[in-house]
């Protein structure tokens, strides 16, 4: 089927002709060293040459759902509206109680989506078996096409990867579980449902194509769903967690500069971080340029959240810590005349590093 055929045979949705979106955003855990990537992107040019594609990120951590959600979550509100391709997903041993769901996630669903989809469920299953198609036995999560108030439509495996993202976008106001065959690629892989199953149906909605023809309507409410930890602020100190270690060590967390100016630390104040049985005194100050190189600093990163960084260093590597960590932020003791005994300097007890 190509592209133009879509276009002409299934361009209506109630009435509604559907329009080319001319953009698809690609986020995955595929990584950079093979071809992965460029295989995903030779498929949608196939089904539609006409489509950009703007690739996001593809070193999300390997089958980290919740890594994945994190990025792509602070990074489409910055993407054009069309299609948002996104596959970091996981495949669970069949039978398990784990199946579908991101085991290590605050992921839930709800209890009506097992009757929703079972049938569903069962008749995929027997029909991709009749085809010899791997991907009947796995237990990967199924995959959906979900519509947002922007106008926007992600493809990814309902594990949560894109929920994070939904709300950023207005809200879901449609969803479609991914079940026609016609539209795959022929035999598709168990294992590269990206490249078999996601690539060209990304590409044949950002052509035109109908929402509806992906497969059959779902309930929202079934959609499996991932939240991020909230930080908790008690007296004088909050309690954190690391939600995101970048490329230049900096360490998000969860926590907003009106967090901390409600336990009473304000900007250019000393605090006291409290992380992995070791405790840090450092600077609350507006960028980690304002303290000497090699020292840490706590200050907001480009998205308005509270992070530590070092200037021209690693937080993660001085502070030993990574995504998922415990900190506490909190105002330090008090000692008499200590700003006027440390100077113009910030100084900075650090463990050593071993």
Do not use: K
Request: aromatic letters at 4%; a negative charge.
């Amino acid at each position: 089927m190509t592209s133009a055929g879509v276009m002409t045979d299934t361009g209506a949705v109630g009435g509604a002709a559907a329009r080319p979106t001319g953009w698809i955003s690609f986020l995955s855990d595929y990584g950079l060293e093979d071809t992965c990537v460029g295989v995903c992107h030779g498929v949608i040019a196939r089904h539609a040459p006409q489509v950009r594609v703007l690739d996001v990120c593809h070193v999300v951590a390997a089958q980290d759902i919740e890594h994945g959600a994190g990025l792509l979550a602070d990074s489409v509100g910055y993407l054009p509206v069309g299609v948002h391709l996104a596959v970091v997903e996981r495949l669970d041993p069949a039978g398990s109680p784990e199946r579908g769901a991101t085991a290590a996630t605050t992921a839930t669903a709800a209890t009506t989506a097992t009757t929703a989809t079972a049938a569903t469920t069962a008749a995929t299953t027997a029909a991709a078996r009749e085809r010899d198609d791997p991907a009947a036995v796995t237990s990967a999560a199924r995959g959906v096409a979900i519509r947002v108030a922007d106008g926007s439509t992600f493809v990814a495996p309902d594990n949560g990867l894109t929920s994070l993202a939904w709300d950023v976008l207005g809200g879901v106001t449609a969803a479609h579980e991914i079940s026609n065959p016609a539209l795959w690629l022929p035999l598709p892989s168990a294992v590269f449902r990206g490249r078999d199953v996601y690539a060209p149906v990304a590409a044949r909605l950002a052509a035109g194509l109908a929402l509806a023809e992906v497969g059959p309507r779902i309930d929202t409410d079934s959609l499996v769903r991932i939240t991020r930890p909230a930080c908790v602020v008690d007296d004088d100190h909050v309690h954190a967690q690391v939600l995101a270690v970048d490329h230049f060590g900096n360490l998000s967390l969860n926590v907003t500069r009106g967090d901390l100016e409600a336990a009473g630390m304000l900007l250019g104040d000393w605090v006291e971080i409290r992380a992995a049985g070791r405790e840090t005194t450092l600077s609350f100050t507006y960028t980690y340029g304002d303290v000497p190189v090699g020292q840490p600093a706590l200050c907001e990163d480009s998205l308005r959240r509270v992070m530590l960084a070092v200037n021209c260093g690693r937080a993660s590597d001085l502070l030993r810590l990574r995504r998922g960590d415990a900190v506490v932020i909190g105002q330090p003791p008090r000692e008499p005349d200590r700003d006027a005994a440390a100077g113009a300097t910030a100084v900075v007890r650090l463990p050593a590093l071993t």
